[in-house]
């Protein structure tokens, strides 16, 4: 039994082909493969096979299957109507969609802590500061000796004490009433400007980091950028047909470990991955990039088999076994 295997993968966590030690030997990993490996163990009779790595697209060994040269193929291959009219397909031992991954905004950055109050709202807490100081040193530079000396010294002081009032933390004590009423006022004002200050700076810091460049794909197709995608899947010909990509605004990006170079020279600006390999990306990623709705649903990965094949079938009852049982 000659099984076709992709050799020409995206993500190696799924399916990986090394050459091996001796000349013309091959190594095959990944989960894929291991979830045959596991298959064969819970099939009751033994399967005499052979791995045979195909250096194509996925349709191309869907093809193969189909006019005999394999007959079978393992690998993350996803379950598509059309697809199903031509082979036959086991249960789907995870599920698959496209989702849509694009960078995240950029880290915030050493000025983020102007950013709560507009240009506007600091001038005029500034104003008011200043305003309040010269209230306070109008009313207590002649009686309080706290306020007295150098103006070098009483600007220092006038200030300090201004300032330091928010937290209760002046020295400085107060001879005048009327600068009693003047503290008051500016301990209520600024006790409702520090609230407001915190509140958004936590929001901005906790929520923006999050939020992504760009946020659907009418926004992409109106903006006319270019977005990334595997070229050997179906998910090209998926962007063009149903989703109506331009054609040349799709780059094939033929390895999991380009993207992000790809994202960082701003080449592409997002990326349309199935489901299994967006959350693999996201999870070394998780800091730079988020995916966005909407998931478009396919049918899920499963292996490939000739139409009829009762062995299909035995697969198909031994990754449902393998499923219930919590191996999967």
Same mark, same amino acid.
């Not at 040193?137 to 004490?161: A, M, R, Y």
């Not at 933390?169 to 301990?187: D, F, G, Q």
């Not at 990306?281 to 049918?299: D, M, S």
């Given at each position: ?15 990986? %082909?090394? $050459? ?26 033994? /399967? ?23 007959? &079978? ?18 249960? *789907? ?10 960078? %995240?905004? *950029?880290?915030?950055? &050493? ?12 001038? %005029? ?13 109008? /009313?207590?530079?002649? +009686?309080?000796? $706290? ?30 009433? =009327?600068?009693?009423?003047? %503290? ?8 409702? =400007?520090? +609230? ?16 992504? !460049?760009?946020? $659907? ?21 998926? =962007? ?8 040349? !605004? ?7 470990? !380009? ?13 349309? /991955?199935? /489901? ?17 709705? *909407? ?9 490939? #088999?000739?139409?009829? +094949?009762?062995?299909?079938?035995? #697969?198909?009852? &031994?990754?449902?076994? =393998? ?6």
């Amino acid at each position: 039994m000659i099984i076709g295997v992709p050799a020409r993968t995206a993500f190696e966590k799924f399916v990986k %082909v090394e $050459d091996g030690k001796h000349p013309g030997q091959k190594n095959y990993d990944g989960f894929c493969i291991e979830l045959f490996y596991k298959v064969l163990n819970v099939l009751e009779y033994v /399967l005499i096979y052979q791995f045979d790595p195909h250096n194509g697209t996925y349709d191309e060994i869907v093809h193969k299957v189909y006019n005999k040269t394999y007959d &079978a193929a393992v690998g993350d291959i996803t379950i598509l109507a059309n697809r199903t009219t031509l082979v036959e397909f086991t249960q *789907p031992y995870a599920a698959s969609g496209l989702s849509m991954i694009v960078p %995240v905004k *950029p880290e915030s950055s &050493a000025w983020m802590f102007l950013k709560p109050f507009t240009t506007k709202m600091w001038l %005029v807490t500034g104003s008011i500061l200043i305003y309040t100081m010269f209230i306070v040193w109008f /009313l207590e530079h002649q +009686s309080n000796p $706290d306020f007295k000396g150098p103006w070098n010294n009483q600007i220092g002081t006038v200030f300090w004490f201004t300032f330091s009032s928010i937290f209760f933390a002046h020295r400085e004590k107060i001879y005048s009433n =009327l600068t009693r009423v003047v %503290v008051i006022v500016w301990l209520f004002v600024a006790l409702i =400007l520090t +609230s407001s200050y915190t509140a958004s700076l936590t929001s901005m810091l906790t929520v923006q980091r999050l939020e992504p !460049n760009v946020t $659907d794909i009418e926004s992409l197709k109106r903006s006319n950028v270019k977005i990334g995608c595997d070229g050997d899947s179906f998910v090209r010909t998926y =962007l063009e047909d149903v989703l109506k990509f331009k054609s040349y !605004n799709i780059e094939n990006v033929s390895s999991e470990y !380009n993207y992000e170079g790809e994202f960082k020279s701003n080449h592409i600006a997002a990326a349309f /991955l199935e /489901l299994p390999y967006g959350k693999v990306f996201l999870n070394r990623y998780c800091k730079k990039f988020t995916t966005t709705a *909407p998931t478009y649903i396919f049918g899920g990965l499963g292996f490939v #088999f000739q139409k009829g +094949s009762p062995i299909a079938r035995d #697969f198909s009852r &031994a990754i449902l076994k =393998l499923s219930e049982d919590g191996t999967l």
